[in-house]
């Protein structure tokens, strides 16, 4: 069974761009969430959805983050406009049913540089 | 709110020798723990976590840590590590047993290096 994947595995833009980073969870897992990593720092949780919604989403940063789950399978989070403080490790994790007893399974990161 | 300290943000040790990786945690409530390994270049797995009973836990690869609620610690060890064991260590909390809604509190990590 394939894990949590993560495309790209790494993005190198320039302040004021666009990115997409793309979550592919595990099949028929209901739960996805996007944690993220700024270098030192802890990774910090940015929102969860069940299937399509979204659950909570008071970890986004600001209105510069978007992030959909189209058909409750994969998920996009984009970024626009970039700036330089958004550089880190973005996590995706998904579990099964349950997000009270369900283990997260995360994926291997997409390493985000804006310069 | 909770938090979570990792101290120790690198923790070289011999080959074959034993290792703690400290863990403290601060919540008003009751919480779930977790330690969590990462790989180079691999995602993050679960170690072992702690959610009632016995105070001692057994993960995989022959961790264990050891729940204190009266210290609020939950630290790592393993009696004897390998080459292999070289990886990025990450302490959690959670007020539900999956993590919850609103995700895992994670500590700063901790690189455990292992010198031949």
């Known amino acids: 069974e394939a894990g949590v994947t993560q495309f790209p595995s790494h993005s190198v833009i320039e302040k004021g761009q666009t990115v997409t980073l793309r979550c592919d969870p595990i099949?028929?897992?209901?739960?996805l969430y996007w944690y993220r990593r700024v270098m030192g720092k802890e990774i910090k949780f940015l929102l969860h959805?069940?299937?399509?919604?979204?659950?909570?989403e008071s970890g986004m940063p600001n209105n510069r983050f978007l992030a959909e789950r189209t058909g409750g399978t994969y998920s996009t989070l984009k970024v626009q406009p970039a700036e330089l403080e958004d550089s880190g490790v973005y996590f995706c994790?998904?579990?099964?049913?349950?997000?009270?007893?369900?283990?997260?399974?995360f994926g291997p990161g997409t390493r985000l540089t804006v310069l | 709110a909770q938090s979570v300290t990792q101290l120790d943000s690198q923790v070289p040790v011999f080959e074959e020798a034993p290792v703690e990786l400290r863990c403290n945690y601060s919540?008003?409530?009751?919480?779930?723990l977790f330690w969590y390994v990462q790989y180079p270049n691999q995602g993050l797995q679960l170690l072992l976590k702690?959610?009632?009973?016995?105070?001692l836990v057994k993960g995989i690869n022959g961790f264990e840590a050891e729940f204190n609620k009266s210290q609020t610690s939950f630290h790592l060890r393993k009696p004897s590590v390998h080459i292999s064991d070289t990886a990025e260590y990450f302490c959690?909390?959670?007020?539900?047993?999956?993590?919850?809604?609103?995700?895992?509190?994670f500590g700063k990590g901790t690189h455990l290096i292992i010198q031949p």
């Open positions: 994790a998904s579990s099964q049913e349950s997000p009270s007893t369900d283990t997260q399974y």
């Open positions: 099949s028929g897992h209901d739960n």
């Open positions: 959805f069940v299937k399509e919604s979204k659950q909570d």
């Open positions: 919540s008003s409530v009751s919480v779930y």
């Open positions: 702690y959610l009632s009973g016995s105070t």
């Open positions: 959690a909390v959670s007020t539900m047993a999956g993590g919850g809604a609103d995700g895992l509190t």
